[in-house]
């Protein structure tokens, strides 16, 4: 099992930026698939950005241009950078990590790790 912290959530104002950061520890090995996910107030988690560790990335369409996905497999670390944030972009902020499927990772029923979450609160 990997153990999984996030940090660098906090309160901006629509058009600022924010950078999170996932450190995962506990386990002998890499993660195939690390990603975040979020869950907006009365909203389903949702994904939102996913790095599998040979650098294929995948975003939700409503934060391409945005958000940045990052990881540093030497340091175990994970990044979201955000920038140009909305008010529809707050929402408790997920790290998870978790096995490819045939070398994909897939987002629906597959079993992850997740971190304890960081809220993002974005003002208009």
């Known amino acids: 099992q990997v153990q999984l912290v996030e940090s660098g959530g906090g309160s901006v104002q629509a058009g600022g930026s924010l950078r999170l950061s996932c450190v995962a520890s506990g386990s002998k090995y890499t993660s195939d698939c690390m990603g975040w996910f979020r869950q907006g107030p009365g909203k389903e988690r949702e994904p939102v950005a996913h790095?599998?560790?040979?650098?294929?990335?995948i975003y939700r369409d409503s934060v391409k241009g945005r958000f940045t996905i990052s990881r540093d497999n030497a340091n175990n670390t994970l990044y979201l950078q955000m920038n140009s944030l909305k008010p529809e972009d707050t929402a408790v902020y997920y790290c998870?990590?978790?096995?490819?499927?045939?070398?994909?990772?897939?987002?629906?029923?597959?079993?992850?790790?997740w971190g304890q979450g960081t809220q993002v609160t974005v003002s208009s």
């Open positions: 998870a990590a978790w096995p490819s499927t045939s070398g994909y990772c897939m987002i629906n029923r597959v079993s992850k790790d």
């Open positions: 790095v599998h560790r040979d650098g294929r990335i």
